[in-house]
């Protein structure tokens, strides 16, 4: 705990985020829970801390190399195996991430789906796949498309700043400088997740779980936001005047 580590990275289970039959699989499936408690832990601490749900590695894995039997299972559950090179890959991403508690795990997810369709457990997981498919605007989105372009950037801003302050319990969100790094306000890896989700659900868009390390402040993430992802969602003419923020009283200089 007192070692300044750069990462703490833990090998967790698949058994431990989908489960599996048999108490001695239940047993391991406890112990694996163990360890992402421990990397949830540990990031509340401001420690690093990632836990990784590995399934089955080929020519190397406890489950593949050993016993092709249950490599047979797996194939007829809809569940493949990772090559040691998608291994090393995965795990390379995920240590730059900014994740906590990840699962890799190659999925037939037509075949899973069949097998699985009866599980309380992946219930919240159906209904969100339902409402991924048939998206609806968020209140948001929809005050946006009725803004003028010259005036896009400010509301975005004003946007983005109450969700941040939210996530920080910051009482005045005027106060947020447009330079002042999240860090530095105190953004860690938890709240730094539930900003993202904040954006991802008034955006109705995908934010990169590492938004906060590619974009620390709230200038950068408020360009980010406007010229990757707003655009694709507000419909108006392809050709918006180029605009700069004035930092200091936010203004709309064209």
Sequence with gaps: QSQPLDFFVLFSSATSLLGSLGQGMANYSAANGFLDGLAHYRRTMGLPGLSIHWGAVSQ???AIGRDTETAAMLSKNGMGAISPAQFLESLELLMSSSDVEVGVVPIEWSLWQERVAQWPF???WQETILEVAQPSKSDFLLKLEATPPNELRLLLVAHV????AQVLRI???ESIEMDTGFFDLGIDSLTSVELRNKLQGSLKCSVPSTVTLDYPTLKALVEYLYEQLLLEQVSYSNT???EEINEDREEITL
């Design 60 to 62: 190397v894995g406890r």
């Design 122 to 124: 992946l219930v919240d």
């Design 161 to 164: 700043r109450r969700q941040v």
């Design 171 to 173: 009482s005045h969100p």
């Design 240 to 242: 918006v005047p180029t």
